[in-house]
C-alpha cells in the first residue's frame, strides 16, 4: 500500500486509538480442503464457463455464498467466480455481503474479492463485545496485504464511533483505519459519541 501523507498518518493513528476495529483472523491455508455445493451446475461451452445455483464454497472457515455463480472452472489454483443474488462472504473474520461479487483463486485460497451493488455492507465482532458495521459503494478485500478497502460513500461505526469518508482503508494485521488524502481533496469526518452521563451527586441525608 502506498505511504500516507502526514496528515492521513495524524488521522490512522487517532482512528486506530477511537475506533479499534479488531479482525480475529483465521485464514484459510492451501492445505486446507474445499467443498463446493450447488443446488444445479451446468457447463456453457460458448464461454467455456461454469454456470451454478444456489453455491455455497467452504474452506475452514471461509464460506462463498451467492444464489448464482459463474467461474472460469473448478481449478482453484487459478479461477475467477462472478457472483450475484444474496452474495455473502466470510473471509479472515469478517463478513461481507450484497448483490455481486467477483472473487478470485489463487493458489487454492481467495486472493482478492470485489463487492458491489445493492445494500454493500461489511460487518465484523471485535474483540472488546461490540459490534463493527460498515458500507459502501464497493468494498475490496485483498488477502496478500491483509485489508479491506470500503470506498464510495463509506462508512465505519463500531456503534458509538462513526467514521466517514470517500475511502476507508482498514489494515487487519496493524488493526488500524486509514482516511483522507489531501493531494487528491479527500475528508473524513469523524462523530463521536460520548458515554450517557451518570447522576454522581450526592443527596444530602434526611
Given at each position: 500500500?502506498?505511504a500516507?501523507?502526514?496528515?492521513?498518518?495524524l488521522?490512522s493513528?487517532?482512528?486506530?486509538?477511537?475506533?479499534?476495529?479488531a479482525?480475529?483472523?483465521?485464514?484459510a491455508?492451501?492445505s486446507?480442503?474445499?467443498?463446493?455445493?450447488?443446488?444445479?451446475?451446468?457447463?456453457?461451452?460458448?464461454t467455456?464457463t461454469?454456470?451454478?445455483q444456489?453455491?455455497l464454497?467452504?474452506q475452514?472457515?471461509?464460506r462463498?455464498k451467492?444464489e448464482?455463480?459463474r467461474?472460469?472452472?473448478?481449478?482453484?489454483a487459478?479461477?475467477?467466480?462472478?457472483?450475484?443474488g444474496g452474495?455473502?462472504?466470510?473471509?479472515?473474520?469478517?463478513v461481507?455481503s450484497?448483490?455481486?461479487?467477483?472473487?478470485i483463486?489463487?493458489?487454492n485460497?481467495?486472493?482478492?474479492?470485489?463487492i458491489?451493488?445493492?445494500?454493500?455492507?461489511?460487518e465484523q465482532?471485535l474483540?472488546n463485545?461490540?459490534?463493527?458495521?460498515g458500507k459502501?459503494?464497493e468494498?475490496?478485500?485483498?488477502?496478500?496485504?491483509?485489508t479491506?478497502?470500503?470506498?464510495?460513500?463509506?462508512?465505519?461505526s463500531?456503534?458509538?464511533n462513526?467514521i466517514?469518508?470517500?475511502?476507508?482503508?482498514?489494515?487487519?494485521?496493524?488493526?488500524r483505519?486509514?482516511?483522507?488524502n489531501?493531494a487528491?481533496?479527500d475528508?473524513?469526518?469523524?462523530?463521536?459519541?460520548p458515554?450517557a452521563e451518570t447522576?454522581?451527586?450526592?443527596?444530602?441525608?434526611?
Amino acid at each position: 500500500m502506498a505511504a500516507l501523507r502526514p496528515n492521513a498518518l495524524l488521522i490512522s493513528g487517532y482512528l486506530a486509538c477511537i475506533a479499534p476495529f479488531a479482525w480475529a483472523q483465521s485464514p484459510a491455508t492451501q492445505s486446507a480442503e474445499i467443498v463446493l455445493d450447488a443446488a444445479s451446475s451446468e457447463m456453457d461451452y460458448r464461454t467455456n464457463t461454469l454456470l451454478f445455483q444456489d453455491l455455497l464454497i467452504t474452506q475452514g472457515s471461509t464460506r462463498v455464498k451467492a444464489e448464482r455463480a459463474r467461474s472460469t472452472g473448478l481449478d482453484f489454483a487459478a479461477s475467477s467466480w462472478t457472483l450475484s443474488g444474496g452474495v455473502r462472504l466470510e473471509l479472515d473474520g469478517g463478513v461481507m455481503s450484497s448483490s455481486e461479487a467477483t472473487v478470485i483463486f489463487r493458489d487454492n485460497r481467495v486472493l482478492s474479492a470485489t463487492i458491489r451493488g445493492e445494500n454493500t455492507e461489511f460487518e465484523q465482532q471485535l474483540r472488546n463485545g461490540k459490534r463493527a458495521s460498515g458500507k459502501a459503494r464497493e468494498i475490496l478485500y485483498d488477502s496478500a496485504s491483509a485489508t479491506v478497502i470500503l470506498q464510495g460513500d463509506a462508512l465505519l461505526s463500531d456503534g458509538r464511533n462513526d467514521i466517514r469518508g470517500d475511502k476507508l482503508v482498514y489494515d487487519l494485521a496493524a488493526e488500524r483505519v486509514s482516511a483522507g488524502n489531501t493531494a487528491a481533496g479527500d475528508r473524513v469526518r469523524i462523530t463521536i459519541r460520548p458515554p450517557a452521563e451518570t447522576n454522581t451527586s450526592v443527596r444530602p441525608p434526611r
